[in-house]
């Protein structure tokens, strides 16, 4: 069964950093992809950036272009979200997406249906 967890979330000021991770088991290929995306009350869920396994692409949003990290440690099927400079604007629930078929360095990376392994989310808030 495939399967994703984030952890990390949490309050941070403005201005602060925090990293999130994402887990993910079941998966029986060698290529996949990894996305974070995230959704505020009110909003649509919005991609913020996408890892392959292996070493390969990654992907980021206008919004978090410059200020957000995308790792992966494959040894430990973990994808990091290493996020800087945050705003308030970047409070949300983060959720990590896995999928087999999704290339992060093509088009469509961003569209939320796309993917269809989902976790639970983690609750980032940035307030002083």
């Known amino acids: 069964q495939l399967q994703v967890a984030e952890s990390g979330g949490g309050l941070v000021q403005p201005g602060g950093s925090l990293t999130l991770s994402c887990v993910d088991s079941g998966f029986t290929v060698d290529y996949y992809a990894i996305a974070w995306f995230r959704q505020a009350p009110g909003k649509e869920r919005e991609a913020v950036s996408c890892a392959t396994t292996r070493g390969g692409e990654t992907n980021y949003s206008d919004s978090v272009k410059g200020r957000f990290t995308i790792s992966r440690d494959d040894a430990k099927n973990t994808v990091y979200l290493q996020m800087s400079s945050l705003k308030p604007g970047d409070t949300a629930v983060y959720y990590c997406?896995?999928?087999?078929?999704?290339?992060?360095?093509?088009?469509?990376?961003?569209?939320?249906?796309?993917?269809?392994?989902w976790g639970q989310g983690t609750q980032v808030t940035v307030s002083s």
């Open positions: 997406a896995a999928d087999e078929l999704v290339v992060c360095a093509n088009p469509g990376w961003d569209v939320a249906h796309y993917w269809r392994t």
